[in-house]
């Protein structure tokens, strides 16, 4: 594809990719939020069976919107959306078999982090659940989509989006079925997870759109793997402490709104950070190879 084809898909008509992106985070944090809500009125818990059913539902309900909003309309050939799918599958497969095991089983970051103080728990939840995550986000992008399925930079957000949808399902049905909490926090896992493996998806994104068509010096991508797994482990070490006042995942939710407020900014700040970064990247390549009427607008 030659660059200026590259550009006009890149113009904002053909780049809808982070609205649809914000669209579902937004939906996922009003539902929180109004669940949250409902909590905080002190409206009667459900029978243990309608709990865990509602729950199962929260779990499932991230990845519903991103096959509606993101999947079915990104792209009118089928070839992509069975890539996106694709991606999605063998994340969630890479999470059940390698990432929740870990990260619950091995590292056990529950059981010891909560009790740190706030720069412990994100250096540790950075370097266990963080760079587990990022870590196998990184490996199914790198067999299944880079370089060869990247045709435009907004590929790789799509592709990433989908990773971090795929590696959250299987963290949230893990989480939601071993807690067992009420509905109102099931839904404040539901995207405290999709929030976090958002914000490492987004910079393994930009790590790819400068490795693949920046041509960036070689360790730009790791750096930007770390730097996604820094941002999960901060999400994930301070998000608790606002929730509970046992730090902890496993802990009550008394505080729940106090939570959602860090999430939602937590996500904003990712989503802007990288957008930024992207329109950079794009702005830089577009005026090394000449400006012409409809490029200028990024």
Known sequence: MDRQAQYSEESPIFRPVWRRISLQMTLLSLLAGMLALAGELGLPALEPAFNRLLAVALACLPLLLWLGLSVAPEYRSARPRRRLIAVALVSCLAATAIGVPIVEGFY???????????????????????IVGAGLQFIV???????????????????????AIGYSFAVNIAQLWR???????????ALANVAIQLAASVFIALGMIEAYFGDAFPLTLPANVLIGASAAGSINALYPGLLSGSLSQAGSFDRPLFGLAL?????????????????NSLRREREAFGS????DAI
Do not use: K, Q
């Open 141 to 163: 992008l790198r067999y299944l989509v880079y370089p060869r399925y990247l045709r435009v930079r907004r590929d790789a957000v799509a592709y990433a989006f989908a990773a």
């Open 292 to 295: 012409r009427g409809d490029f």
């Open 179 to 189: 807690i067992e909490p009420s509905w109102d926090a099931a839904a404040m896992h």
């Open 263 to 279: 999430l939602i900014v937590a996500w904003c700040l990712a989503l802007g950070i990288s957008y930024f970064l992207f329109a």
């Open 108 to 130: 056990a970051v529950d059981r010891w982090l909560p009790l740190e103080s706030v720069f412990s728990r994100i250096i540790g939840y950075t370097f266990t659940a963080g």
